[in-house]
T-cell receptor
């Protein structure tokens, strides 16, 4: 089975430009997560969707960040305008539905390495 | 505030030299503790979930244990292919958010 697919794998752009990161979760998974990874702060959850609905976006750093999940097989994370401090690796992960009393393993894509000049 | 601290930051072992990685956590109510392995240029790969103190899980040369304040990932007779960054995460009760530590970079020398 195909895993979580992210695109692009690498993105280099200039400050102020709009950046769109894409994610295709594993078929049948109900939950989707966007993370950002840096050396200093490690993996940080940005936003969590369940059944295409955003449940928790408290990790989204600023209004410059937005995420959508128009259907069960596609999600985007957009940064507009981008800034150099947004440079990081962005991961998408999916899982079966997270329950109050159950933990479904999160399956990660290979990430998008974003560099803002 | 939920917190996860992993130590050491980096560890170099000779092939066959067993050791342990530590994950200390602070949560109001533990819903689960998770171990992941991350290879360079790749996303984290799920290893184990632990739910309560005293629980243990094993997979090949890896064994994860859990107490009320920390978890250990024991690596027995490691091989070079065990070289990776090992991440620990916790989920607090009442939230779906996983809090990750910054990881331990393990290098196993042949």
């Amino acid at each position: 089975d195909a895993g979580v697919i992210q695109s692009p794998r690498h993105e280099v752009t200039e400050m102020g430009q709009e950046v769109t990161l894409r994610c295709k979760p594993i078929s049948g998974h109900n939950s989707l997560f966007w993370y950002r990874q840096t050396m200093m702060r490690g993996l940080e959850l940005l936003i969590y969707f369940n059944n295409n609905v955003p449940i928790d976006d408290s990790g989204m750093p600023e209004d410059r960040f937005s995420a959508k999940m128009p259907n069960a097989s596609f999600s985007t994370l957009k940064i507009q305008p981008s800034e150099p401090r947004d440079s990081a690796v962005y991961f998408c992960a999916s899982s079966l539905r997270q329950g109050d009393n159950s933990n479904q393993p999160q399956h990660f894509g290979d990430g998008t390495r974003l560099s803002i000049l | 505030e939920d917190q996860v601290t992993q130590s050491p930051e980096a560890l170099r072992l000779q092939e066959g030299e067993s050791s342990s990685l530590n994950c200390s956590y602070t949560v109001s109510g533990l819903r689960g503790l998770f171990w992941y392995r991350q290879d360079p240029g790749k996303g984290p790969e799920f290893l184990f979930t632990l739910y309560s103190a005293g629980e243990e899980k094993e997979k090949e040369r890896l064994k994860a244990t859990l107490t009320k304040k920390e978890s250990f990932l024991h690596i027995t007779a490691p091989k070079p292919e065990d070289s990776a960054t090992y991440l620990c995460a916790v989920r607090d009760s009442g939230t779906y958010k996983y809090i990750f530590g910054t990881g331990t970079r393990l290098k196993v020398l042949a």
